[in-house]
């Protein structure tokens, strides 16, 4: 899978008992890191 919507990411941080706020949290961090950059409305992780 090479995009994935927030949502699908909020989820899959969920199913391993992350809190939504945190998980949302996570995620924003990761993409001021670098780690993911947003493609369109959708997540794509840096190579």
Known sequence: ???FTYEQA???LQSHD???GLA???LET????GY???????LRITD
């Open 18 to 20: 992350m809190e939504y």
């Open 1 to 3: 899978m090479n995009h």
């Open 30 to 33: 990761l993409l001021l890191r």
């Open 24 to 26: 949302d949290d996570l």
């Open 36 to 42: 993911l950059y947003e493609v369109g409305d959708k």
């Open 10 to 12: 909020t989820q899959v």
